[in-house]
């Protein structure tokens, strides 16, 4: 891929590279794409009309992202078991209630800092 294709990068904590690059650059170069993805284990992240539409990663990637969306939803479906009983108002001035009280406690830490 060369430099004429106008495409975005930068680098992630691990070192691996994200490339964002326009549909019509992906269809052009999907080989290239595809080697840097499977070889450098880069991700290519493709825009249509400027904006986000898909990415492409490495098969690795793509298996521990659908396994943590599968705990994840293991965990919902726990969390709405365990307050199927709590009415819906009560549960939102729990929640309310607890955000309140976490904003007071870090407004106190950050005033000791």
Same mark, same amino acid.
């Given at each position: ?18 490339? &964002? ?15 840097? *993805?499977?070889? /450098? ?15 492409? *990663? ?8 659908? /396994? ?11 969390? &709405? ?14 929640? &309310?209630?607890? *955000?309140?009280? &976490? /904003? ?10």
């Amino acid at each position: 891929m060369t430099a004429s294709h106008n495409n975005r990068q930068g680098r992630t904590n691990g070192g691996q590279m994200i490339t &964002e690059t326009s549909a019509v650059t992906f269809r052009q170069n999907l080989g290239e794409m595809l080697n840097q *993805v499977q070889y /450098r284990h880069d991700s290519v992240v493709i825009n249509k009309d400027g904006k986000p539409v898909a990415a492409l *990663v490495d098969a690795r990637l793509f298996q521990r992202i659908r /396994r943590m969306q599968n705990r994840f939803d293991a965990l919902c479906q726990r969390i &709405e078991a365990g307050y199927a009983d709590v009415p819906e108002v009560e549960g939102l001035a729990e929640i &309310e209630a607890a *955000v309140a009280l &976490e /904003r007071v406690r870090m407004s106190f830490f950050a005033s000791k800092d």
